[in-house]
Each structure stands twice: as C-alpha cells, then as structure tokens.
C-alpha cells in the first residue's frame, strides 16, 4: 500500500533511547503516523537511509534493534562503499515508508546525486511512497535550509532536492543560532519562506502544502516563517498536534 497523495514527514523527531547505551533505541510515535500515512499496510516495509552519517554501522545496529519483534519489514540502503543492493531503484520503490537519518545533509545531497538517489526519491514520492526522516532527513527534501554540515559554524545549503518549495529549519529551540540565521537567510532572500521545527515536532506535507504539524511531546511548536512588509523575516506559531505514545 501507499500514500494516495505524494507525502513527506520532515521532523526534528529522532528515536527514543531505551537508556542502556547510546544506540539502543525504540521507534517512538512518529513510526506509527509514517506506517498511518502509508495506508496502514499489513507488514509495512521500512527503508533505513543512513547516507547522511557514512552509513554508520552503529546506526544501522541500532535501527534493527529498535524494530526487531515489531510488525515491520526493515530494511537499509547503503552506498558506502557501493550499494548494498542490487537495485536500488527497484528497492526503493518498493517501500512503504523511506525514512533518511540525521548527519551531514550537504554531504548526503552530493552522494545521492552520484548515484541518482536524488531522481529515485522524486520517482517515489509521486509514486505514494511515504518519505520522512529527521534533521538531514527534514532539510533534504527542502529548498534548503540552515546546517552545521560545513563546519561548527552554521551555514545555509541551499541545494536540496527541492520536492518542496519551502525552506527548512530543523532543532530550532535546542541550538541558539539556528532561529537568528534562518531569519536572516529568508529576509535577504538567499533562502525562500518556509517551516521550522522544535525538537520533538514534525511537519506533514500532502503534495507541496503543509497539512498539519505533530509532536511527541509537550510544549515544542512548529512556525512558519516568511518576509514582512517591511522586508523582515516574520515568524508564526504553529501548534502542533500531539502524537499518542
């Protein structure tokens, strides 16, 4: 089953930690609304994109682990060293939900594009594959957005893969200068108007509009923000809806 309408779940939502060690995770609430959006199928089928971290072996350890005795069928795309699948095409297409982790979203644009990752997600998305993903996995499906891929200083990239026409701004209450910059970059126009998140908070999109804003848990927000008349960047509360644990 998929999406009867292109969807993108862009979050600032990560895994819960079982508080064992670093990477022994649970997939908190927002799994459950990417399976709903998917159509709830049977045995849905999940693709893990760690493109964004190198395809950190951690990572994918930890993913397994969190879906292993759960009702879904998981599954990974590397591309580090080459891709672990034949196709990845065909796999992703696949797919129910695909869902991008966090890492370096200027460094995951470029290996998409070698290996025409890029077109393959545009392919999925019309075709009702769900596509989400946190941080890198929020900004890359943007216009652009503001990152710390070049170095500890933020900075704008600008080159995402456009699905939306929207900005992107992602931890934007846990990591000061992320809301000053986000601001700046709209009203000097280097970024387009667009959607920011808290930690914990997700944007739903059906098509290219925003339909609704979710958290897992309280007093985080989404916002968006835009050019005033006066040419500053203007920002509005989006109160999200909270997701059932």
Known sequence: MVADTPTILATSIGFRSRGRNMFDWLPGPIFDLAIE????????????????????ITHLSGIYGAFAGTGVELS?????SMPN???????????????VGGGS???????WRVHGIDEIMRECWEAGVVLGGVSAGSLCWHVGGTTDSFG???????NGLGLLPWSNGVHYDSEALRRPLYHR???ESALPQGYATDDGVGLVYRGTDLVEAVADRPDAAAYH???GPDGTAVETRIEPRRLRD
């Open 185 to 187: 970059l709209i009203a």
């Open 76 to 80: 990974h795309l590397s591309l580090f």
């Open 225 to 227: 923000v835009g050019l």
């Open 152 to 158: 500890p200083e933020l900075r704008a990239v600008t």
């Open 37 to 56: 959006l998917a159509g709830r199928p049977a045995r849905p089928k999940i693709c893990f994109v760690g493109t964004a971290t190198g395809d950190a």
């Open 85 to 99: 699948v034949a196709d990845p095409h065909r796999h992703l297409l696949e797919q129910d939900v695909i869902w």
């Open 105 to 111: 979203v200027a460094n995951l644009l470029a290996v």
